[in-house]
């Protein structure tokens, strides 16, 4: 969920079931940093695993809840992509934040527009969402040189 939507670990654990927009594909994110509201893009494989955990858990108030109701916490959170990466034997670094950088790295590499980047992730300063600009090796191999453009 945090990947697919490029949330802060605070904005997941306050949303609430209403705040998806399955016909639209989209989340809607209250009162992130900056005490703004905006949405973001929802992947559908996200979405289906959402209905699969709703069928299974019957969430009062908040979209993830704790064994005993209320929010969801940031440790468990943490806990689980921690125990997640220890299964799948991933050992870089990583955090819970890094799913979020992942996002919008993915986003640019892409193609998607940095504007539209910074909508999704809720940045007020295109200087802020310019960090996912650096350069990945990976597309500069893919990158045609004007050289290879003359006929020889």
């Given at each position: 969920?945090?990947?697919?939507?490029?949330?802060?670990?605070?904005?997941?654990i306050?949303l609430?079931?209403?705040?998806?927009?399955?016909d639209?594909g989209l989340?809607?994110?209250r009162?992130?940093?900056?005490?703004?509201?905006r949405y973001?893009?929802?992947?559908d494989?996200?979405?289906?695993?959402?209905?699969?955990?709703?069928?299974e858990?019957n969430?009062k108030q908040?979209?993830?809840?704790g064994q005993?109701?209320?929010r969801y916490?940031?440790?468990?959170?943490?806990n689980v992509l921690?125990e997640?990466k220890q299964k799948?034997?991933?050992t870089?670094r990583?955090s819970?934040?890094?799913?979020?950088?992942?996002?919008a790295t993915?986003?640019?590499?892409?193609?998607?527009?940095l504007?539209y980047?910074?909508?999704l992730?809720?940045?007020?300063?295109?200087?802020?969402t310019?960090i996912?600009?650096?350069?990945?090796?990976?597309n500069?191999?893919?990158?045609t040189s004007?050289?290879?453009?003359i006929k020889?």
């Amino acid at each position: 969920m945090i990947y697919s939507a490029g949330l802060r670990i605070s904005e997941v654990i306050n949303l609430r079931k209403e705040d998806l927009l399955r016909d639209r594909g989209l989340l809607f994110v209250r009162q992130s940093k900056g005490r703004k509201d905006r949405y973001t893009k929802l992947a559908d494989n996200a979405l289906r695993l959402i209905d699969a955990y709703l069928e299974e858990n019957n969430p009062k108030q908040y979209l993830f809840e704790g064994q005993y109701g209320g929010r969801y916490s940031t440790t468990s959170i943490r806990n689980v992509l921690h125990e997640a990466k220890q299964k799948a034997a991933v050992t870089t670094r990583g955090s819970v934040h890094t799913l979020r950088h992942s996002f919008a790295t993915h986003l640019l590499e892409n193609g998607t527009d940095l504007r539209y980047i910074q909508e999704l992730l809720g940045h007020e300063s295109s200087r802020t969402t310019e960090i996912y600009t650096h350069v990945s090796n990976l597309n500069l191999s893919k990158i045609t040189s004007p050289g290879d453009l003359i006929k020889i």
